[in-house]
């Protein structure tokens, strides 16, 4: 995740997932292990198919801000799926100004999966085909407590309903002041981190947590 903050809005951009790439090891309600892998294409019909995509802070609905039909692109490539969002709120600004920001995560739906069990691992192998992205999040860190640094532990919850499932990715994060914000804003050159190549290999895979959650409005 890479954050540009400016003097009146934030620029947050980043891989919310990757593609054709296993997770880390993931785990059902009741306990069972299991790694999955989105198959390329999966985000780029599910956007095709979709025209607005919602941007939450930390899944919450009543913090909207912004969608794929306002503020939000969301385009899949060969990495994953990459999102780039300009954001006004000042509640953000003022987060991303704290390094209060701490990653991407998105829900769906799964239509359509493989599963296969890997007796070598003794876990099962997960393949996503076909999903419903209805919203990306951008993470702060209230949602702690923390796990291996800047994840997220969640809890399964029963549902007799449609389930959510939840990601969350483990970009870098980078933040970035930029120029023309520290010239009018002094008391927050300590803020600035330092912004390495945008070409280096990052860690794209996502944690080890697995929402079930009940949908009240689909």
């Not at 890479?2 to 980043?14: A, L």
């Not at 985000?43 to 919450?60: E, T």
């Not at 969002?85 to 739906?109: C, H, M, P, Q």
């Amino acid at each position: 995740m890479k954050i540009e903050v400016r003097n009146d809005s934030v620029q947050i951009s980043g891989y919310v997932n990757a593609v054709e790439r296993e997770s880390k090891i993931l785990h059902t309600k009741d306990g069972k292990p299991f790694v999955e892998k989105i198959k390329s294409g999966t985000f780029k019909r599910s956007l095709d198919r979709h025209g607005d995509v919602k941007l939450l802070l930390n899944h919450d609905k009543n913090r909207v801000l912004g969608s794929t039909k306002n503020n939000l692109e969301l385009r899949e490539d060969n990495i994953g799926l990459k999102a780039t969002a300009t954001i006004t709120d000042a509640d953000i600004i003022n987060k991303a100004r704290n390094n209060e920001l701490v990653g991407w995560s998105f829900g769906f739906y799964a239509l359509r999966d493989v599963k296969t069990q890997d007796e070598q691992r003794n876990l099962e192998v997960r393949d996503v085909s076909e999903l419903d992205l209805f919203e990306v999040s951008i993470l702060d860190n209230t949602k702690v407590p923390a796990y291996d640094g800047t994840l997220i532990e969640a809890r399964s919850l029963d549902s007799e309903d449609d389930i959510v499932e939840l990601r969350v990715s483990e970009e870098e994060v980078e933040t970035e002041i930029r120029e023309d914000e520290k010239l009018n804003n002094d008391t927050n050159d300590n803020e600035e981190s330092k912004v390495e190549d945008d070409k280096k290999e990052l860690n794209y895979e996502y944690s080890n947590r697995y929402y079930k959650a009940r949908i009240v409005n689909k």
